[in-house]
């Protein structure tokens, strides 16, 4: 099994966050660090370390990041603007904490995502 990680401790409630939902599957909270006026992460309550851990019997889990990312946009009021969602793997594709999480990120105009 991975390590505990930081979420483990939120989703526990070891450590405080400001808790925005949280249900049998996956726990949402602000992020510490905005990249913009909304910005939430939305974990799985599940350790998955990376998108490469992802197993079959995850998919109703990982289905409810994205219903959980819709409720919460709507409730932030930037779902008829737009957001984005972002979940990055490994080192390469930026991720920071080894728990699987959802970036949802928006408020602002975020302009085209550079793919070079």
Do not use: W
Not at 12 to 22: C, E, G, T
Not at 85 to 106: D, P
Request: proline share 6%; hydrophobic share 40%; charged share 25%.
């Amino acid at each position: 099994m991975a390590e505990e990680t930081i979420f483990s401790k939120i989703i526990n409630k070891d450590i405080p966050a400001d808790l925005l939902y949280q249900d049998d599957l996956v726990t949402a909270f602000r992020d510490i660090n905005p990249r913009a006026p909304s910005h939430i992460l939305i974990i799985p309550n599940k350790l998955i370390p990376t998108a490469n851990d992802v197993e079959a019997e995850d998919e109703a889990m990982m289905g409810r990041l994205f219903t959980v990312a819709r409720k919460l946009a709507k409730e932030e009021g930037i779902a008829e603007d737009g957001y984005r969602l972002i979940v990055n793997c490994n080192s390469h594709g930026g991720q920071e904490v080894y728990h699987i999480h959802m970036h949802l990120v928006g408020g602002r105009p975020l302009g085209p995502l550079l793919m070079s």
